[in-house]
């Protein structure tokens, strides 16, 4: 079956044109449509996650069974919300300008910006490679996490990370995090502070792959559990 869908604002912007038509198996879903979209349209894949759709004009949800001529809206977050952009984990590769100009504001003085690159080397082995695992959802609840603290520590003025997933070639960026600021100095600390806290409880795996084809996942920092509060003893 036959499905237009409409793009709005950015997704228009990146694909050039205010429709397309997608040719999809009958009984596909709304969910189908977004992963038919991201095989066909790489270049707006990262962003589909951030995406409600609507058909007939009505908001519905990813099991909404589609029909033969169903005109579908792509509908981003809307103007003045959240920018769940800024905060990604995404197998495609990471463009740092991109990020720099989301993250950067007219009261802005400085940015800092931390490129993490996949090494050839790691504790005396020659390593031909990276494979990152994560659990995405719960990753860029807890990228959100640190940014919420940075700014309670930093009067910044934005801040987004990127990480990947997925395998790395030696030399390819593996997180990016850009903090902006009105004086360097705070986006320097800042920046330093969230990359060291991602490091700590942002749930990305990294395993090395050695020259000779073998590999480990590297150690990495113990996460602590909430403790059980205490019940109250009745009086």
């Not at 609507?54 to 033969?68: M, T």
């Amino acid at each position: 079956m036959k499905v237009h869908v409409r793009l709005f604002a950015g997704l228009q912007d990146l694909l050039g044109q205010r429709n397309v038509t997608l040719e999809l198996a009958d009984g596909a879903t709304v969910s189908h449509l977004r992963e038919q979209l991201g095989r066909e349209y790489p270049v707006i894949s990262p962003f589909l996650s951030t995406l409600v759709c609507a058909v007939d004009e009505e908001y519905v949800p990813g099991d909404h069974a589609l029909r033969d001529g169903d005109d579908v809206a792509l509908i981003p977050p809307v103007s003045g919300g959240a920018e769940p952009e800024l905060f990604r984990v995404t197998s495609e590769p990471l463009d740092p300008q991109r990020l720099v100009e989301a993250v950067r504001r007219d009261e802005s003085g400085a940015v800092a910006l931390f490129y993490g690159v996949a090494r050839n080397h790691s504790e005396g082995r020659r390593v031909s490679a990276l494979e990152y695992d994560a659990y995405p959802a719960m990753a860029e609840r807890k990228l959100r996490e640190v940014a919420d603290e940075v700014r309670a520590r930093w009067p910044i003025t934005g801040i987004g990370v990127w990480h990947r997933t997925g395998r790395l070639a030696i030399g390819e960026t593996s997180l990016l995090v850009a903090v902006s600021a009105a004086h360097r100095q705070q986006a320097f600390e800042a920046c330093q502070y969230a990359v060291d806290r991602i490091k700590q409880i942002v749930p990305i795996w990294k395993k090395e792959i050695w020259e000779d084809g073998a590999g480990a996942w590297a150690a990495g920092h113990p996460v602590e559990a909430p403790q059980r509060a205490e019940a109250k003893p009745e009086a």
